[in-house]
């Protein structure tokens, strides 16, 4: 499932994961693990690998507390946002570049309505701009210039097609060779070498749109 998933670009497109690149989802589920379990959050460590192993989750224990997660506590519409993530993207869009979200929200069967809707919500709440996005687990098929990831398997998957994909750092991922971004300046200045090395030169932002997170919340108000 797709919101204008299709190529609509004849300029440079940074396909973006949301969760654990723009949205903090492990300090998200995090809270309904330790609610579920009577706990304290901060028993449940941050330096996770893939699959909770240090939070002694099994495979149905995850899908029944990441269910409750986005149904119940609703946690796409009210995860935090990592730190930077918005600017960053606010000024790559303003210097030209096609921000094009690719995220695999629908992958179990259930709540598709939620997700998705909490998904947008979401995204103007915290700022973040986009010109599509696609809900989608086979991220090969959609087409981008650069992709920002933090999952091993989507990495390798974009990579075997020649993509160029900048991993996004987390515990679980740095068995995979670089580009590497820590923060989101990391990515501003790798998508930016990435432009140049291709001959695309970044644009100017228009005078007054300097603060471009908060300039979508003034043209919701308006």
Not at 36 to 58: M, Y
Not at 104 to 113: D, E, F, K, Q, S
Not at 134 to 160: M, S, T, W
Request: proline share 5%; aromatic share 10%; glycine share 8%.
């Amino acid at each position: 499932m797709g919101i204008d998933c299709a190529p609509m670009s004849d300029g440079f497109v940074l396909g973006v994961d949301l969760d654990e690149v723009c949205g903090d989802y492990t300090v998200a589920f995090r809270a309904v693990v330790a609610a579920d379990r009577g706990v304290d959050p901060e028993e449940l460590p941050l330096d996770r690998s893939w699959n909770f192993r240090e939070w002694g989750l099994a495979a149905d224990d995850f899908v029944r507390l990441h269910q409750s997660a986005v149904l119940e506590h609703r946690i796409f519409r009210s995860m935090p946002v990592v730190d930077g993530a918005a600017d960053a993207l606010w000024r790559l869009s303003d210097a030209g570049v096609w921000i094009r979200i690719i995220t695999h929200r629908l992958y179990n069967n259930w709540g598709h309505a939620v997700a998705v809707g909490d998904t947008v919500a979401w995204l103007d709440a915290v700022g973040i701009p986009y010109r599509d996005l696609c809900f989608l687990g086979a991220k090969p098929q959609v087409e981008a210039d650069c992709y920002i990831d933090d999952a091993p398997h989507n990495v390798e998957a974009l990579r075997d097609t020649g993509a160029y994909v900048i991993v996004f750092d987390r515990p679980y991922n740095r068995g995979i060779d670089g580009p590497r971004a820590t923060t989101w300046a990391d990515v501003e200045q790798l998508v930016g070498d990435r432009m140049a090395a291709a001959g695309i030169a970044l644009q100017s932002s228009l005078p007054g749109l300097e603060d471009t997170p908060d300039r979508l919340h003034r043209r919701l108000k308006s």
